[in-house]
């Protein structure tokens, strides 16, 4: 597994930044090309401009998946049309919610999404149909925010380590992955929003202890 740390506008909160699928990186646009070089080649994806709400924080206002990428509603009819333009043969789903930070409040890999428990039926729909997956509300450790705090990729899973074994039990079997439990940028439980991650390779914050980044690894390289 490919790891690199980095900053992105002199924040270790790189994952605020991007998004990933086995196939596909979203960036913003006009990102650094050292950047985009570094990002497609670590996660072994195609590196993708877009933006969303006329906003750098694609991580915070989106998420992706192998079938689709699930927009905020604050997305501007151009940028949905930008993304529809470029062809790439997946869905692209706006979610209608107050709940509109969607990349801190859905986490998703292929097969499973866990949303924050306050969407709604009409949400939840959205969300699987966009991703074709499995949604199941969930929380852990305090948090409703699944993408903000926790890491799910197709090869593993990274809980916040403020999650309860309860909850850590019931998760790993909803998700069918031993998890492990971890902080990252030297102790924020906001790991989803410190990393970006797919089955092949993993971007943190550079303040990323190698501690919490082993931790991390312990759990998504397990295949």
Do not use: W
Request: hydrophobic share 40%.
């Amino acid at each position: 597994m490919e790891v690199a740390k980095h900053r992105i506008h002199g924040s270790d909160f790189v994952g605020a930044y991007l998004i990933a699928s086995e196939r596909l990186v979203f960036c913003y646009r006009g990102i650094e090309q050292h950047i985009k070089e570094l990002v497609s080649r670590t996660l072994g994806a195609d590196a993708i401009e877009m933006s969303v709400a006329d906003s750098h924080l694609i991580g915070i206002f989106a998420r992706a998946n192998s079938n689709g990428i699930l927009l905020s509603n604050l997305a501007t009819d151009e940028e949905v049309a930008h993304l529809r333009s470029l062809n790439l043969g997946i869905r692209i789903g706006v979610v209608n919610s107050r709940l509109n930070a969607i990349g801190n409040n859905v986490l998703a890999n292929d097969r499973i999404a866990l949303i924050n428990d306050e969407y709604g039926a009409a949400e939840a729909r959205c969300i699987a149909d966009t991703l074709d997956v499995e949604v199941v509300k969930a929380e852990a450790g305090g948090f409703k925010t699944m993408g903000a705090n926790n890491i799910l990729t197709n090869g593993g899973f990274v809980l916040n380590n403020r999650s309860t074994e309860a909850e850590k039990r019931t998760l790993d079997g909803v998700c069918g992955f031993e998890s492990v439990m971890s902080t990252a940028n030297t102790g924020s439980p906001a790991i989803g929003l410190s990393a970006v991650a797919n089955s092949k390779g993993i971007i943190v914050g550079e303040s990323t202890t190698g501690y919490e980044l082993n931790r991390m690894l312990e759990s998504l390289e397990k295949r």
